[in-house]
């Protein structure tokens, strides 16, 4: 690695894993006997164990928010940028967490694991998840660690979503919640979208009803397939066309030529999909989408957003991206709305990007420069 790498980095890090054989009751009724989390820790926790800062992950996201696996790891954890020495979440103040949610397919107890009733993959069998029941686990975990109060819980998008249960599950354990780029529910064009997305995996001949695992197969062309649909509304239509136009890969526009052509977004977005299969679970993303459309943070305060931040004690910073169509500055301002009404002390700051959703994961003067200075606050007074 690299000086000016290791300087910038947490370093090289090693995945830990923590096993819960007390059973976690879960939204849907049914109950997880036993379960194994995985994640990630980087920097120090501090005596009073006042400054330990929790990660949430997205969709499509895991407990490498930081950080190399290996000397010779060319790419870093997917929020390297903002975690680490002298970054908006300065390794050199917090004790941050990153874990792999339950439900997950890299490390933590979900799809893909061996179900000890039948010694086969859970499968399509795997309990449908809340985001709920991701905070309940998550809480567990803070136990383990020894953490009573985390200083801060951190997330973008379905990441943010948790941020914001935890404000209301547990008040007493967050000093401040950051929500990026979310929503308090998600729109019918969202659930539109991901439902379009299982359609792709479910269709695929090589899902066999989700028990492809017990084949010795992956429904990798309707895991493709749902992936690019994702991406596409990840990116605004300005990144898009700075990124490709409508510049071609191969062939000519010239009569006769169309079954030669391919544009350079149509490579794009197939090699997306192709990387995409090779990683991901196409249960565990059916999982995670049917959670992302069930979110609604206010339906047991009787559909009242404010009634439901009543709840909260913390400090909150609300971020949001003006290019964003999948999780809108609207529904980032409703956010902010219901916060105030409840009297709850919040911070907002739309961000002028061209990036669309996806600009959330990526270095941003603009973003950097409010992140880092909200995170100098935390805390100072606390």
Known sequence: MSQTKAKSSVGI?????AYFDEPLLLA?????????????C??????????AVLICHALSGNHHAAGYHSEDDRKPGWWDAYIGPGKPIDTERFFVVCLNNLGGCHGSTGPTSINPDTGKPWGPDFPPLRVRDWVHSQKRLAERLGITCWAAVIGGSLGGMQAMRWALEYPDMLQHCVVIASAMKLSAQNIAFNEIARHAIQSDPDF??????EQDSVPAQGLGLARMVGHITYLSDDAMAQKFGRDLRRGTLDQGDENSVEFQVQSYLRYQGSQFSNRFDANTYILMTRALDYFDLAREYGDDPVEA???AKCSFLVISFSTDWRFSPQRSREIVDALIAADRPVSYCEIEAHEGHDAFLLPLPRYMEVFDAYMQRVGVSD
């Open 309 to 311: 931040f009543r709840r």
């Open 13 to 17: 890090v090693e995945p830990q894993s």
């Open 208 to 213: 066999a009803d989700g028990h492809y695992l």
């Open 28 to 40: 849907c009724g049914r109950e997880l006997a036993g379960y194994e989390l995985v994640y990630e």
């Open 42 to 51: 980087y920097g120090q926790l501090n005596a009073e164990a006042s400054n």
